[in-house]
């Protein structure tokens, strides 16, 4: 049996992708360093090396845990369109919850195997749709940026245009009243899936190409 | 005649919008607080507040700074659709220069007098077009959530899907070396706006109010 202090001190990968997890949400984005988080497990540098190869390692596993709950599975039994509405409104709310990982998450490159196994699905279905090869990558990035601005949305104030008192706006003043919401965000990030793949839609019966 | 010293320790308003966008850049988001904005410009906190009001005034200066290049003039001689496009592709050229200042910006309420009054610009407009008037708070913000979060694909790696050696991912891996680009996010988020914005040109079809 071990005693408190072992315990403590034992350092896992679990532990590790923890720390950096805490680490993201108090210092967001750029600033996460192997010594950053070194210092909040109490441990050097390179004992951190000997548990995770790199730091790309550890970002990737941050991914996976905050990917971890995307539902990719309506691309089994819907339309490729409505499939990639869904998945858009799991992938919201996965990130919801870690907003502050979005920084870092969106300008590393992925390899989380948890997210690359759902762009093959997502791929395949684009690809049976009749998506050009050539545009399909473009076609679930452009989703993904949606979602990744509409969630810095999603977690921000219920009004987020509040004109300084004393400034004439009349139209727009009069406008945000009607909008002023706690669903606001909600339902304006749904006015832009609903936007945006019916545009695709159109797009695809433009450049749709037929299996041979 | 003032020496050195003092104009050293001369803060004025722009010296502090300066150091706050410096402090943004080298801490990104949620950790921006005024004492450490006082550290680096060497003034204790009162001094700060002798200068400014408060915390949301400085953080509204930055994004003053950010969206001084953003330019809505296609409003005034383009159709609604055409307009709305350019002051996209404006908007993330913008935040292009300044993309560690998103997550602090997307999450504050708006106040700067720059982009609301561009918001009246293209409230007018859209209403002009026929929108109801309780969509066009929605048809705005969801142009900015995709812009910001394209501008985060914009300053990524050329590729930002990366699976790792060893895993079979057949299709993905093909389409991922056909979009292998340094243009790659530029073209995703043409494709992106020209999607959107025939989304919504389809949808102000089906919901246009006419002017009494």
């Known amino acids: 049996m071990t005693g408190p202090r072992a315990v403590r001190q034992h350092i896992t990968e679990e532990r590790i992708v923890e720390a950096a997890l805490a680490l993201i949400h108090d210092e967001p984005s750029g600033s996460f360093t192997l010594a950053k988080l070194a210092k909040r497990l109490h441990i050097s540098a390179p004992t951190i090396y000997s548990h995770v190869p790199n730091k790309q390692y550890i970002i990737e596993r941050v ?20 499939a990639l509405a869904d998945w858009a409104r799991s992938y919201a709310n996965a990130f919801v919850k870690h907003p502050e990982t979005i920084p870092l998450l969106t300008t590393n490159p992925v390899q989380a195997p948890e997210l690359v196994r759902q762009y093959e699905v997502i791929a395949t279905a684009l690809l049976e749709a009749g998506w050009p090869p050539d545009e399909i990558v473009a076609v679930f990035t452009v989703v993904e940026s949606f979602v990744m601005g509409s969630v810095l949305d999603l977690v921000a104030p ?38 945006m793949i019916d ?14």
């Open 158 to 195: 219920v009004q987020m245009v509040q004109p300084a008192d004393g400034e004439e706006y009349p139209l727009l003043r009069s406008l945000l009243g009607e909008s002023a919401d706690v669903l606001r965000a909600q339902h304006t990030f749904e006015l832009g899936i609903e936007t």
């Open 63 to 82: 991914r996976s845990r905050v990917v971890a709950e995307i539902d990719c599975s309506s691309f089994e039994r819907l339309p490729w369109d409505e």
């Open 199 to 212: 545009g695709l839609r159109r797009r695809l019966e433009r450049v749709a190409v037929r299996p041979v």
